[in-house]
């Protein structure tokens, strides 16, 4: 169990809001939810856009309340998602859940109303309009985004159709994959004894292969026994979307995931091709690892296993470590991203605690009206686990940056979120390797280095792949759970290049991801690595830039919410996303670490 003495290891949620089982939190959702019905009966009659009397006023009015209850929105649906992470057992936190998810057919109107509005206007008369005031100017992106994503809606009426049957529709299935997900345990062996254990406090990272490997089945054989349950879900997850995106027009099912990252389709492809053109560089990484854990070819669970040796493992770090070492390095880069870590650690903005009946995985989630983050996460006492926290920390300090701006610019797409969490553990990994002198001090940092890159290029690659290829075999029907363990291997080997053992792929890892079961955001895969490629690029900017860089950053962190992806990279570094020199110069990176692995493991 990790332990803490300077910095907490449970969160504070009490002082964002009354606990939810309370009946004072109970009189907050009927007063929202009676706000929020009387803004979508608003939303039916909004005025014209254009300039004539009155009509910038009203359109003024309405926003800010739209923006006051959007907040609103955001805050419920993260405390309660705290609550529920946290205890994922609790049967009055699932209800709640769903109970603000009876809510977004309400939200979904509003914003349909509002994209519609604007949708049928000229492009002139919409400039003019958006010239009027300097308010309606201030969030002209917001309103230039409305009106293209009226693009994604159905027409009126079938869209707030769909907003209500998605409550028991999609969004249920989705419940249904954190439910029973949640529920989940693993029976693993223990100093002699069978243990049960919530999924994400199982470990492939063990010293010994045969733990990780016994770890691995243990883990697998669980996910097994809910395989058809999941199934289900992912079948009508994305049988909605398809359905949707007929009616659309779409022209495949990458058309909104693209839309709702701000990003153009060539910059993904640019991405995809030079990806697959040289993570080859990742081979020689591969063959010395399996060397040097004494074995042919590396399975999927020796991918985290710790070097042998004077090496390896890295030694047990604790959670105040952790946080020292984090305020320390974000402090060096910027005094005022190591002021946010240190006040969001010791006001105890993250849940890390090592115990049963938590939900699996990590997770930063905002609270608009405070001006704070939760940052979400299992902390096991090692170098990864301090990783993580730096990415969560990255992706709370992106929403303190951005805490001034109107609210309608606060938010982000995810591939520039994902930007910011994994620079923030660049910059913790290059700090680390700074202050060492050893080579066997190095080489572990360096193959945590080289496992990220992994990562991002190999697993993130081979969701995409496996989320590309069973959308277009779900166009003629139900997949069955063997079918999709069936996409997700193949995925696996052209992802990894077919460089891992025979037997030791994982075709199930489909059942235990839970991205692939976020109903309100399609292929939440790519974001990862186009925001891991980013950040080495930007880091790498760095080094050349001087003390001006951290305000640079800055700058790009804002640029996030008030531009489209291409043109906030464009404005703030200079880099054309559209074009392989960018992304192949990201690689550069990856393979220079690969050489420097490579020569200190001799």
Not at 75 to 100: I, M, P, S, T, Y
Request: charge should be negative.
């Amino acid at each position: 169990m990790a332990t803490a003495t300077e910095f907490e290891l449970t969160w504070d949620l009490d002082s964002l809001s009354p606990n939810p089982q309370t009946d004072e939190f109970t009189r907050i959702l009927d007063k929202f939810r009676d706000a929020l019905a009387a803004l979508a009966t608003a939303s039916e009659s909004l005025p014209a856009v254009d300039t004539a009397d009155g009509h910038v006023a009203g359109w003024l009015e309405f926003l800010g309340e739209y923006a006051r209850l959007d907040a609103q929105a955001t805050d419920l649906n993260a405390l309660v998602g705290c609550h529920a992470a946290a205890d994922a057992e609790n049967k009055r936190f699932q209800q709640l859940e769903a109970q603000l998810a009876s809510f977004e057919p309400l939200r979904a109107q509003v914003a349909t109303n509002v994209e519609f509005a604007l949708r049928g206007v000229s492009d002139g008369d919409f400039d003019g309009f958006v010239d009027a005031d300097a308010g309606l100017k201030e969030i002209g992106f917001f309103l230039a985004e409305s009106r293209r994503r009226a693009q994604l809606r159905l027409p009126k009426e079938q869209e707030l159709l769909a907003a209500d049957l998605a409550v028991d529709g999609i969004h249920a299935w989705g419940r249904l994959y954190d439910r029973v997900s949640g529920e989940l345990r693993v029976r693993v062996m223990e100093r002699g004894e069978i243990v049960e254990k919530s999924p994400g406090q199982i470990q492939l990272d063990a010293r010994e292969r045969s733990v990780r490997e016994n770890n691995f089945h243990a883990a697998d054989k669980a996910w097994g026994e809910i395989a058809d349950t999941c199934a289900d879900a992912l079948n009508h997850i994305s049988g909605t979307r398809l359905t949707t995106y007929r009616r659309l027009g779409l022209q495949d099912h990458l058309d909104a995931p693209l839309r709702y990252s701000h990003m153009q389709r060539q910059t993904l492809d640019s991405m995809w091709s030079v990806i697959s053109e040289r993570k080859n560089v990742l081979l020689p990484y591969f063959e010395r690892k399996a060397q040097l854990l004494g074995i042919e070819r590396l399975s999927w669970f020796d991918l985290l296993a710790p070097l042998p040796g004077p090496a390896g493992p890295q030694k047990e770090l604790s959670y105040d470590e952790a946080c020292r070492l984090i305020i320390d390095t974000f402090t060096r880069f910027s005094p005022d991203f190591g002021d946010f870590a240190r006040h969001a650690l010791e006001k105890r903005w993250i849940e890390a605690e090592d115990r049963g009946g938590k939900r699996q995985g990590g997770f930063c989630t905002g609270f608009p009206t405070k001006q704070q983050s939760r940052i979400f996460m299992t902390f096991t006492n090692t170098q990864d686990s301090m990783a993580t926290l730096a990415h969560e920390l990255g992706h709370a300090y992106h929403s303190h940056v951005l805490r001034e701006q109107p609210l309608f610019l606060q938010d982000y797409p995810m591939n520039l979120a994902e930007t910011a969490s994994t620079f923030a553990e660049a910059v913790l990994a290059e700090r680390r390797l700074d202050v060492l002198d050893s080579s066997q001090e190095q080489l572990p940092i360096l193959d945590s280095m080289l496992s990220d890159a992994v990562a991002f290029l190999m697993n993130i690659h081979a969701r995409f792949i496996f989320e590309d290829n069973f959308h277009c075999e779900r166009h003629d029907g139900e997949l069955s759970a063997e079918r999709f363990s069936e996409i997700m291997l193949a995925a696996q080997k052209e992802a990894y290049l077919d460089a891992l053992d025979e037997n030791g792929w994982y075709p199930g890892f489909w059942i235990s991801k839970l991205h692939f079961y976020i109903s309100s955001l399609p292929f939440y895969n790519f974001p990862y690595t186009f925001g891991y490629l980013l950040s080495l690029g930007v880091y790498a900017a760095s080094q050349n830039s001087g003390d001006e860089f951290p305000e640079q950053y800055r700058q790009l962190l804002i640029a996030t919410g008030c531009q489209e992806t291409e043109e906030a990279v464009q404005s703030t570094f200079g880099h054309d996303l559209s074009g392989p020199a960018f992304w192949s110069a990201s690689l550069d990176v990856v393979e220079q670490r690969v050489e420097r692995f490579l020569a200190l493991s001799q």
